[in-house]
């Protein structure tokens, strides 16, 4: 097995590593990594200096709300009502408790993107066929008034199911946002098809809950100051923004002494600045390592017993639910008692290459550092089998004992929140029907046959197909969802979806597919509130900073005109501006949630408000504390390692009731592997946020777009680095230009997500725009996207 497993050669070749750290110090890793790097935290004197206006300039903080897991500050340096440059927080927040909350490589290029000459600068309405392209500039009347007419006839026409406000984040951190102004004015006038669930962590949305009750199974990251190892399991938070200050503490965690281990197939940014060690996977077989590290934990009795015992169901046959034979267990799966098959490091090492000695160490020293944190990123449960991924990992930290305890974590979807306040533009759906966000085009082509197999819920059946689609701010309609070629000859049939409302800032792929098409402003051009993701305990101010450029509007306000036409204005703005919402949300955060939030006259002069706690956010503490007062939110008040409801769907192959290795689909154990025998995955790339930024040619610069190959896969097809090639699977076929690394595991291609879809006129990409090659075959039990699966085979262009 060793001369044939390549990924032990990688492991074993030290001298390579040593090479990749010279490599990143000489060209400077903070800016390759955006603004990541091990200087900052060393020499952090000189990062208080301030940055001083020049004369005549006026520096105003702002918040850009695009859906990255950050929220950084901006301040803007304005002149004469003209952004002339741009710099970012230099200070340490509030009492020095949270590090800058600096922007990334991305809010470097923020005056670019708001002076693209590409901007979109009118309204504008298709006048080629769906899909072309060729649009003739109108009035911002006409546009109101033909979008008020056409959400008036296809309501009347086919009933308010036939609405749908598409899954879009490029505004949706902020109070209001295009998205929201849809969603009210659909409300105030029938209703909508809603949907649940999203694109970044779907599959862990639906499954972490079945383990742990709820998804907030994370802890705060101040809490990895006290930890001695941290396991990164597919995580990059050096190029994938999850929190804004996230990457300062792991810096500082590092310096404190933890070990940093990356698991990924790819020798990542964090690999690079963090990690004492990686270790490279085949993509969609992460839980045969799970598996096998139970089993060594299991066989080897590292196992925390008393913590299974006391909060656990369903580890041994002793503690299993009512009704459900022993051999079901946790313990007798990894041990084989009922199939036969002992899930040994050996056998993992056969599906997921990781050598059987390292599972076996990594197994100990997880379970044998206390604490230790094992934290998982999203990509691996954007896999066809995405939710074996998240249970896997809790199963891990229960079976270790690590959950609950300060420096430790409990692994799953991993969200914890500490930054509540009032949104106050709100509103009521009539309809109660909905659909996984990532059954749109299903929905768009046979709506009215789907079934609650298919995740409908609300009603049993839908009365038609979604027929008219509000797309604002998301590139979702073509470039963010799967099989592009699939999505654009569904988009194209004027008889499906008979109308599209696209609000941007860019003509993007989506944007082309509109028959009305709204300019949109940035957020230097209008007033908000940075919210953090789930990840965060402060918000962010965010000032106008300038005028709208052109004729650039808000969606809150052209759709107040929209409700104006079809009389429920009153009820639409409820008397309100854009600065009366961030004024009440100020206020009744104050009176609702926080009495020490500052004033609205406070909060716009600090920019930032961080909130105060006492003590760090541990993750089940609560519970961990006292049980009995304080039960897990899961049907038996404990954490299912083994789950009834899971089993009682009786659909154990594809959903089992443990997390286990499933062999998936467009795996590596796939036939299909004879014909298309690379595993490509993408991930979110430091120069992007998703798609968001495509066009900025300085990032482009900074990071450009291309493809990672292993020197091995290259050279059994005949490329070069800086080659072009064609990358292609049953689905569709893009060409782009090849770097050939050993950062790469060996079977494996990866494509940044994001790009725009670029066809040329005969159709073929040549972008690299990497859904043209995903499947819109969703996850068994969250019908999710699994946009990370997809065999494929690469040829020298
Ligand atoms: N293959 C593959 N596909 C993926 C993923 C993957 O990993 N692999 N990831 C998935 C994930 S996690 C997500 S969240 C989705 C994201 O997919 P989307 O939600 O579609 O996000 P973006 O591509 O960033 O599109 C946001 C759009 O909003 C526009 N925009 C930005 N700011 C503003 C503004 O202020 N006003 C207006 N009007 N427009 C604005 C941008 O120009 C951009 O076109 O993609 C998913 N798709
Ligand atoms: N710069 C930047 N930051 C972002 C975004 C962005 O577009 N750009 N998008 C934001 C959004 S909306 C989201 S949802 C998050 C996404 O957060 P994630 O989904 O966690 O991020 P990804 O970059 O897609 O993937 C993380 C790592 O997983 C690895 N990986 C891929 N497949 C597998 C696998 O099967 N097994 C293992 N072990 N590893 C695998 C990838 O190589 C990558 O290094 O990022 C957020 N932050
Ligand atoms: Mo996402």
Known sequence: MSEKNPLKNLLANKMQRRT?????????????????????????????????????????????????????????????????????DTQAGGDFATPPLRACVRGRNYRNMLYHPDRLKYPMKRVGKRGEGKFKRISWEEAIETIASEVKRIGDKYGPESRYVNYASGQSWGLHGGKNAARKLLSLTGGYLNYRNDYSSGAGNVATPYTYGTNNSGSSFDTLLHSKLIILWGQNPSEMIFSTPY????????????????????????????????????????????????????????????????????????????????????????????????????WAEKICRVPAEKIREIAREYAKTKQAALIQGWAAQRQAYGEQFMRGGAQLACLTGNVGKLGGWGAGTG???????????????????????????????KGTEMTAADGLEGTDKLKTNIKLIFNMAGNMLINQHSDINKTTKLLEDESKVEFIVVSDIFMTPSAKYADILLPGTTFFERYDIGVPWCFGDYVVFGEKTIDPLYECRNEYDVFAEVADKLGVKEKYTEGRTILDLVKESVERTRKEIDPNFPTFEEFRKQGVHHFKYDSPLIGFKDQIDDIEKKPFETPSGKIELFSKALWDMDQHDEIPAIAKYIPSWEGPEDPLKEKYPLQLIGWHYKRRCHSTYDNQSWLEEAAKQEMWLNPKDAEKRGIKNGDRAQVFNDRGSLMIDVKVTPRITPGVAGIPQGAWYTPDKDGLDQRGSLNVLTSQRPTPLAKSNPQQTNLVEVKKA
């Not at 000189?46 to 850009?64: G, L, R």
């Not at 949104?423 to 990532?438: D, L, Q, R, T």
């Open 20 to 88: 990749f750290l010279k490599w990143s110090g000489a060209i400077g890793l903070p800016v390759i990594a955006g603004g990541i790097g091990t200087k900052m935290l060393i020499d952090r004197k000189e990062e208080a200096k301030v940055v001083v206006a020049k004369d005549s300039e006026k520096i105003i903080s702002t918040c850009s709300i695009n859906n990255c897991g950050g929220r950084c500050v901006i301040k803007a340096h304005v002149k004469d009502g003209v952004v002339v440059r741009v710099s970012t």
């Open 247 to 346: 990457r300062e503490y792991l810096m500082q965690a590092k310096k404190n002494g933890a070990k940093i281990i990356v698991i990924d197939p790819r020798y990542t940014d964090t690999a690079i600045a963090f990690a004492d060690e990686w270790i490279p996977i085949l993509p969609t077989t992460d839980n045969a390592m799970m598996d096998a590290m139970g089993y060594v934990i299991i066989t080897e009795k590292l196992q925390d017993q008393a913590f299974l015992d006391k909060y656990c169901i369903g580890f041994d046959g002793e503690h299993m639910p009512d009704g459900v034979a022993k051999q079901e267990s946790l313990k007798s799966y990894l041990l084989g008692e009922k199939d036969g098959t002992p899930k040994t490091p050996e």
């Open 415 to 445: 969200y914890w929140n500490r930054s509540n306040i009032v949104f106050p533009f709100s509103y009521e759906n009539p309809v109660k029907a909905s659909i996984p966000c990532f059954l749109w085009t299903q929905a768009v082509e």
